[in-house]
Structures are given as C-alpha cells and as structure tokens.
C-alpha cells in the first residue's frame, strides 16, 4: 500500500530508488513455491501478494524519470509481456 501512495507523494525520492526495491517486487511476482505441504490458503495468500505488488508495480512504472531505473524498466517489460499479468497490468494502468 505504501509503494502505492509514495509516488503520488515524492515522484523524484522514488524514482531514484527503483533499483534498490527492483529485487523485492521480482520476489514478491514469484509466486508462491508449492510444496507436499502447500495447503490452499499458502495459494490463495501467495496470489493476493502477487496482485498487490502488481498494483504497487504500475503506480511505480507510472513515476516520471523511471527511464534512469534499468532494472526496474527491465522488470515492468518483463511483466508487461507475461501471459500471467499483461491483461491484468493494462487493466490497472488505464490503458
């Protein structure tokens, strides 16, 4: 929720910071690693992070001068061009 409000709140404190938090969001689009343990609420939660970090990935993408984050651009064209989230990902972005 926090990466959602924040660049509406400080765009240039975020976009200089795109490349440190990069590897947390790829983290957190992972999903979750399923196990002979793995019960159904572990999915459903797993998914729910999966959809948050999409939101808070699209309001980031969204922050003017992200063009200086390579790995973040990077990572929304990754994301953008995944079967799993492209629709989902033009959804949210208003597109």
């Known amino acids: 929720m926090m990466l959602f409000r ?3 709140l ?3 404190a975020v976009s ?5 938090i990069t590897p947390f969001l790829e983290k957190s689009m992972k999903g979750a690693t399923v196990t002979k343990d ?8 797993a998914a ?8 808070a990935v699209v309001a980031l993408s969204k922050v003017t ?3 200086n984050s390579l790995k973040f651009d990077k990572f929304v064209a ?3 061009m995944s079967s799993q ?10 597109v």
Do not use: H, I, Y
Not at 16 to 20: A, C, P, T, V
Not at 38 to 45: G, Y
């Open 85 to 94: 989230w492209a629709s989902e990902f033009k959804d949210l972005q208003g």
């Open 38 to 45: 793995t019960v159904k609420q572990d999915l459903e939660r």
């Open 16 to 20: 200089q910071r795109l490349d440190e």
């Open 10 to 12: 400080a765009p240039a």
């Open 65 to 67: 001068g992200s063009g």
């Open 78 to 80: 990754e994301v953008r």
């Open 48 to 55: 729910e992070l999966q959809r948050s970090t999409l939101r």
């Open 6 to 8: 924040l660049p509406q």
